[in-house]
């Protein structure tokens, strides 16, 4: 079975926040993790510190490489410091 993971804390979003699938837009100190299973990368966020994750807008999306899903966590936290972060579709890379 494939599977990798990737987590970055310590993310401060810009203007705009993360939107996220069960909380609306997120601000501040977030944790960005994403998940791959061999397909699909699954990209949560959560405030710092807290237990509770949330589900960025857009996710999960295809990815069919680890090299990929590595390189669209690093897009995603980019993103959430820039502002109004979701996870790209398509051409993401």
Same mark, same amino acid.
């Given at each position: 079975?494939?599977?990798?993971?990737?987590?970055?804390? @310590?993310?401060? =979003? +810009? #203007? *705009? *926040?993360?939107?996220?699938?069960?909380? @609306? =837009?997120?601000? %501040?100190? $977030?944790?960005?993790?994403?998940?791959?299973d061999g397909q699909l990368a699954?990209?949560?966020?959560?405030?710092? *510190?807290?237990? #509770?994750?949330? =589900? $960025?807008? +857009?996710? /999960?999306? /295809?990815?069919?490489?680890?090299?990929?899903s590595r390189q669209l966590h #690093?897009?995603?936290?980019?993103?959430?410091?820039? %502002? %109004?972060?979701?996870? /790209? #579709? %398509?051409?993401? $890379?």
């Amino acid at each position: 079975m494939v599977w990798a993971s990737w987590t970055t804390t @310590g993310v401060f =979003t +810009g #203007q *705009g *926040g993360a939107r996220t699938e069960e909380a @609306g =837009t997120v601000s %501040g100190d $977030l944790t960005v993790h994403t998940t791959w299973d061999g397909q699909l990368a699954d990209v949560a966020v959560q405030y710092s *510190g807290t237990s #509770q994750w949330f =589900t $960025l807008s +857009g996710s /999960p999306v /295809p990815c069919h490489t680890e090299r990929d899903s590595r390189q669209l966590h #690093q897009v995603v936290v980019e993103a959430v410091r820039a %502002g %109004g972060a979701t996870v /790209p #579709q %398509g051409s993401h $890379l």
